[in-house]
């Protein structure tokens, strides 16, 4: 026998379900955070033996190590936004009520997820005004530079959504 769901029960599982999704996102993007990173300290690394012991320097290491510091630098920020731990101002809870306070980080976390959706639309725009244009060193399209903007745009307004869905902002 089939037993129909409410339509607050039926918020509360597509909830769950989303912020499922946001947990394997989160994963994925810390898991990708954390391979950047490693492949930027090896090509500091190689940079830095080329340049010292080699007297050479690989042409790709330093455009290597700045494509993985740009990602590292916005996924962070994206992930920043699920887990709270961004900068924010601790003043307002000595000045506001316990009720204000949930009021204002609501409201933040709202322009944060706005925030987050217009560097989604104009990275996409970067991305296409640069996706012809090469880098020097690498050769890659520029676009994999620019693309950092976009994507981590998208990914922290899907995390934030996440973070209001949850009601622990």
Known sequence: MHIPIS?????KKICGIYNI??????MVVEAAGKLLFIIMVGAVSAAVF????LHVTPQWSEETGIICMVWLC???????????SHIRMTVIAYVFSAKACRVFHFASYVLIFILNVIWMVYGGEIINLTVKTRMPSTGLPMAVLFGSVGISGGIGALLSLARLTRGNW
């Open 50 to 53: 080329g340049r010292f012991i």
């Open 74 to 84: 916005f996924l962070s920020a994206a992930l920043a936004v699920r887990d709270g």
């Open 7 to 11: 339509g607050k029960n039926r918020i």
């Open 21 to 26: 999704f946001a947990d394997r996102l989160y």
